[in-house]
């Protein structure tokens, strides 16, 4: 069963920083992209950033590039999200999602969500 | 722009069929997905590469994509289906998601 398993949010002041694990387990976890979504309290869905399978290629939403930093340790099959100069805006659950390995970009797979709270 | 479009709401009585949109320019030229999201929960793929459905989801579910417009066919809707809808393509290197459309069965 694939599952993705995030960890880390909680409660950080404004500027503060965090680092988000995923371990990832049930497939072959070095064949996938893994990105990054969060969402807002009451808000819709929004992308952060990607690595691909051997972690040498990321990319980063316009908003978070330059604060947000994405990786990955195969060995561990876990995906970091490291996030500096938080904001309020910033507060959110965070997911892990696996990208297809089918045509086109989509997700198949989600995790649970961290929920991550900027706030002094 | 590559923003996509989704009205805020759709309102359906059990039994009916609920269309729900998502406007962009050029979607069509990508393929579309989309994710259901109860209230507390993770998103769930419904609808990928237009019009194909995850094993688990039931038939009554349909896509189709063309020109600037994707929509997500629900057919005999059904009171569980009261969830909150999402689109999905991308462009370049950049994922994209509409809006979110919050489907009520009354």
């Known amino acids: 069963e694939v599952q993705l398993l995030e960890s880390g949010g909680g409660l950080v002041q404004p500027g503060g920083s965090l680092r988000l694990p995923c371990e990832a387990s049930?497939?072959?976890?070095?064949?996938?992209?893994i990105h990054w979504v969060r969402q807002g309290p009451g808000k819709g869905l929004m992308w952060l950033s990607r690595i691909n399978g051997d972690g040498n290629v990321a990319t980063y939403a316009r908003s978070v590039k330059g604060r947000f930093t994405i990786s990955r340790d195969n060995a561990k099959n876990t995906v970091y999200l490291q996030m500096e100069g938080l904001t309020a805006e910033d507060t959110a659950v965070y997911y892990c999602v696996r990208e297809s390995t089918s045509q086109g970009l989509f997700f198949d797979h989600w995790g649970q969500g961290t929920p991550v709270t900027v706030s002094s | 722009s590559n923003d996509l479009t989704q009205p805020p709401s759709v309102s359906v009585s059990p039994g009916q069929t609920a269309r729900i949109t998502c406007s962009g320019d050029?979607?069509?030229?990508?393929?579309a997905s989309w994710y259901q999201q109860r209230p507390g929960q993770s998103p769930v793929l419904v609808v990928f590469?237009?019009?194909k459905r995850p094993s688990g989801i039931p038939d009554r579910f349909s896509g189709s994509n063309s020109g600037n417009t994707a929509i997500l066919t629900i057919t005999g809707t059904q009171v569980l289906d009261e969830a909150d809808y999402y689109c999905?393509?991308?462009?370049?290197?950049?994922?994209?998601f509409g809006g979110g459309t919050r489907l009520t069965v009354l």
């Open positions: 590469q237009d019009n």
């Open positions: 049930g497939f072959t976890f070095n064949s996938h992209w």
């Open positions: 050029n979607v069509g030229e990508k393929f």
């Open positions: 999905q393509t991308w462009d370049s290197s950049t994922v994209l």
